[in-house]
């Protein structure tokens, strides 16, 4: 295994989302008109456009706006959070890399899945108990207002610009290729219709946008798995020696392969994945629309079973693809590569189990993933913008129901305008790296200041703050400095921080810093938020004094 | 929270009970999930081979019943926790609400 071979496979596993994105720039053209896709499409976007009419009816307040006024129940919820968490771009790449090098694809598939019981046991309960509509209202519960939500705020914001940004180009490219359209109208399509849902129809439009789309992926993914499972005679040994024998790496699909060399890179990726998770912002807004801790736990298994099914089946999706689309001429161009690239696998295998029609479904079920996953990450970025920043720091909590709904809709707007600008600026530029730094610092930053403002008493405002910072400041760097910045975008030689995921080393200067300001911090500010933690501890095991369902 | 009301519940047998069993439930679970994966992690760092070693006659690895069982893990231990924390544990919580007259 060359080592350029290895930092791309690595690089491939922390951005892999949006490794879809990465490896389709450039390099794609534009497709047929596909009438069935657009059909298929357009009955989507009637669908979500009549529940967004629907939604804005019932969205008259922040708590609406934010949480879709408490009323989600956890099964929708753990829906929705699969919905938000399956990407387009994460169905296409971890079924493409399973179809480019087998069992690798399988490991980074269970490392986007471990993090939830994570969450489950640690953070759901007590971030439903503490918090109202972000997780930053959880850091901030005995911590300094200003400061604390600054910090967060700006790191969420981080998360979701980088988030965005890698979403809109893998957009743009990916409906290019699928619809034959141009990729800045297809990126304004994405900004407009994601704008349109959040502005008007806040959490509850953009919770049955999820559903609708969690649903429709699982029963594409689900039937094209059976077709493939049909094919092989429903004998997963039989699928492997079919695959095995056609592929070009034969034996070597069925273990270990680019990852093996270096461990830190492993683990480093490992714990981004794992507590990248249980940091993102979007992610841990959600836990805010159910009534209480009991829903929120609920969510959560709902989400995981949904999350790890859906895994299961890129897993066969990705074989399958080996099998029906890597041996047949008519989806292979000149060299004998995929058309369209690897991350076209699921995509083609859809052709071929299906024909044209369930080629278009696929097609249509990619665009509305997208739109889904950009529509959850604009409202956590409004929602720092407008609760956190405007309403807490700005407006020092002092600002009425209506002024911060309408400033969280002009939030959106903005969010929107920059995130189409911005989908266009990069078109061209290798986002690789992006969903990876998104994880880093959701790692680094998010995670550190939430998990310590609940378990440890002794965290202080200047801890949160010198920690956190430091923990984002490294993940930034570092991501800069690594192979994925320094070389692929920067074009040098040699990258001057040899990993591609920080996640290790980020993570460890913000737990250091965090409690390293915190234990020297001898201020009367100190002693009080220590003082405060008791009776946090409390709310957040029993529920008592927790903003309910109606109350929020 | 009123200080009275705090110390009444930090003080109460049922609170008691109930952040002592759903701690140590939460960070059993948590470590063997934490074993699980970065065993398997570090399997694959340090000792592939063993992932590629055949299961049977077959072209089956060791390496995909290991992945796929990490997956089904997360999902059953996610569920075990659902299972005790949304009976046993809410029921204490339930009784402990009753007590202090909080609301839900």
């Known amino acids: 295994m060359s080592l350029r071979k290895l930092l791309a496979a690595s690089a491939a596993a922390i951005a892999l989302p949006v490794h879809a994105a990465g490896a389709l720039e450039g390099t794609t053209t534009k497709a047929e008109i596909n009438p069935i896709a657009i059909a298929m499409f357009l009955a989507f976007v009637g669908l979500t456009l009549f529940i967004t009419k629907w939604a804005a009816g019932r969205t008259k307040s922040r708590a609406d706006f934010y949480a879709a006024g408490g009323g989600i129940t956890g099964f929708q919820n753990g829906l929705a959070i699969a919905g938000d968490y399956m990407s387009a771009a994460s169905f296409l790449g971890i079924s493409a890399l399973v179809f480019g090098s087998g069992f690798d694809g399988l490991i980074y598939s269970i490392g986007f899945l471990v993090g939830w019981p994570i969450i489950m046991f640690l953070i759901a309960e007590r971030l439903r108990n503490l918090g109202k509509f972000t997780f930053v209202d959880v850091a901030a519960y005995r911590l300094k207002q200003t400061p604390i939500r600054t910090l967060a705020a700006s790191s969420t914001l981080v998360v979701v610009a980088f988030y965005l940004i890698a979403q809109m180009v893998g957009a743009g490219q990916l409906i290019k290729l699928l619809f034959g359209l141009d990729y800045s109208t297809a990126v304004v399509i994405v900004g407009v219709l994601m704008v349109v849902y959040v502005m008007f129809g806040g959490m509850l439009a953009t919770t049955w946008v999820q559903i609708i789309k969690a649903v429709l992926l699982l029963g594409g993914a689900s039937f094209i798995a059976f077709m493939v499972m049909r094919h092989v005679g429903f004998s997963f040994d039989r699928m492997f020696t079919e695959a095995i024998s056609v592929h070009s790496k034969a034996e070597a699909i069925m273990g270990p392969g680019a990852l093996v060399k270096d461990p830190i890179s492993a683990i480093s990726l490992g714990l981004a994945l794992m507590f990248g998770t249980a940091g993102l912002p979007h992610i841990l807004m959600r836990f805010f629309t159910v009534k209480d801790a009991k829903e929120a736990r609920k969510s959560v298994f709902y989400a995981t079973g949904f999350i790890g099914y859906f895994y299961i089946l890129t897993f066969i999706i990705g074989f399958g693809a080996i099998i029906l689309v890597g041996s047949n001429s008519v989806y292979l161009d000149e060299k004998g590569g995929l058309l369209g690239g690897n991350n076209m696998a699921a995509v083609h295998l859809a052709h071929a189990v299906g024909g044209e029609v369930m080629l278009g479904f696929i097609s249509a079920v990619a665009f509305a993933t997208i739109l889904a996953v950009v529509a959850g990450l604009t409202l956590s970025g409004a929602a720092a913008v407008s609760h956190d920043l405007y309403a807490n720091v700005f407006a020092r909590g002092k600002v009425d129901d209506t002024k911060e709904l309408k400033v969280s809709r002009m939030a959106t707007l903005a969010l929107g305008v920059v995130a189409i600008l911005l989908g266009i600026v990069f078109e061209k530029q290798n986002v690789a790296f992006m969903v990876g730094l998104a994880f880093a610092v959701a790692a680094s930053t998010n995670f550190p200041i939430l998990i310590l403002s609940m378990f440890w008493k002794g965290l202080t405002t200047r801890g949160a703050v010198v920690g956190g910072g430091l923990g984002l400041a490294t993940a930034v760097t570092l991501t800069v400095l690594g192979p994925a910045v320094w070389v692929k975008v920067f074009g040098y030689e040699t990258p001057i921080f040899p990993y591609d995921a920080p996640g290790l080393f980020s993570m460890t200067v913000a737990f250091l810093g965090c409690w390293l300001f915190s234990i020297t911090d001898s201020s009367a500010q100190a002693s009080r938020e220590a003082a405060l933690f008791e009776a946090q501890l409390v709310r957040s095991q029993t529920g008592i004094g927790a903003s309910g369902a109606a109350s929020h | ?104």
């Not at chain 2, 049922?14 to 999930?33: D, F, G, V």
């Not at chain 2, 398997?40 to 089956?60: C, H």
């Not at chain 2, 690895?61 to 997956?71: C, S, Y």
């Open chain 2, 1 to 104: 929270m009123p200080t009275e009301l705090l110390e009444r519940i930090a003080r109460d047998p049922h609170y008691l009970e109930l952040t002592r069993k759903r701690s140590r439930l939460a960070w059993t679970l948590t470590a063997i999930m934490l074993a699980v994966y970065y065993g398997f992690i570090l399997l694959i760092a340090f000792a592939p081979d063993v992932l590629r070693q055949k299961v049977g006659e077959g072209a089956t690895t060791l390496g995909f019943p290991m992945g796929i069982g990490v997956i089904l893990t997360a999902i059953l231990l996610t569920g075990i926790y659902v299972w005790k924390a949304n009976g046993e544990y809410d029921r204490l919580t339930a009784r402990l609400h009753e007590k202090v007259g909080g609301q839900p």
